[in-house]
């Protein structure tokens, strides 16, 4: 295994490549414990923790496990078309290393969203075998009834799928929203279908008003994460969707 050099540490967190690597270095922009590295070929025994890149100090992590609270009015994409991209309320280097989001999250939703540049964990989350369930809040625009719980947690049919699709999960009160008495739900599903509780809600007659995602699986969104703000995954988070 080739030996771990300056150039190739920068180049592995997404500072471009090792040319550019070698450039940053020979700005003066890295540093270590204080102390300026001009050398990009410098090798190190163990791999430091952080390392300081043009005044921020920097996690020395290359696969990527990260929890965002996505706001309403960003897309999913990196190529976004009517909004601002996610990947824009990540550090740029993010995009260079490989950065996807773990399912999506449409425009008009907000909440829990986990992104990882390693397939296999990507994979893992998105696929139906594996059981995770994901838990949503949402506020309706007319009165949640019995007879609407009783069919989504029988399950309902969606256009274009095979199968009728069901709630794992619910339950319901009522909270003020802007002066006004109005449901709010709570419902967990298995799958991750195109705008799929938007659609179960619809097809019992109803209509969602406001989405948010609090947890993947184990786990849940941060609740000290402002709207746009993210954090690396612990590794005991990481373990738990394994």
């Keep these: 295994m080739p030996a771990l050099t300056l150039e190739r540490l920068l180049a592995g967190l997404g500072f471009g490549s090792r040319k550019d690597a070698r450039g940053l270095v ?17 090798e190190f025994a163990e791999r430091p923790e952080t390392i300081t890149v043009n005044g921020e100090e920097i996690p020395t992590v290359e696969k990527l496990y990260v929890m965002l609270h996505k706001p309403t009015d960003v897309e999913c994409s990196h190529n976004a ?38 397939g296999d964990f990507i994979h893992r989350i998105e696929s139906p075998k594996k059981g995770y369930f994901k838990r949503y809040r949402v506020t309706l625009a007319r009165p949640f009834t019995d007879a609407q719980k009783v069919e989504l947690l029988k399950g309902v049919m969606l256009k274009d799928e095979r199968r009728p699709v069901l709630a794992h999960e619910i339950s319901e009160e009522r909270i003020v929203v802007d002066g006004a008495e109005v449901d709010s739900v709570v419902i967990s599903i298995g799958e991750g279908l195109y705008h799929q509780v938007r659609r179960m809600f619809a097809a019992v007659g109803n209509h969602v008003v406001t989405l948010s995602r609090e947890a993947i699986g184990p786990v849940e969104l941060d609740t000290t994460l402002g709207k746009g703000g993210w954090r690396f995954l612990t590794e005991e988070e990481v373990a738990k969707l394994s």
């Design 81 to 118: 078309r009517d909004h601002k991209s996610v990947y824009e309320l990540l550090p740029d280097r993010f995009t260079a290393m490989g950065i996807q989001s773990v399912g999506r999250l449409d425009a008009d939703s907000e909440g829990l969203l986990l992104l990882s540049n390693q």
């Design 26 to 42: 020979r700005m003066g922009l890295v540093e270590l414990n204080g102390d300026v590295l001009e050398d990009p070929f410098m």
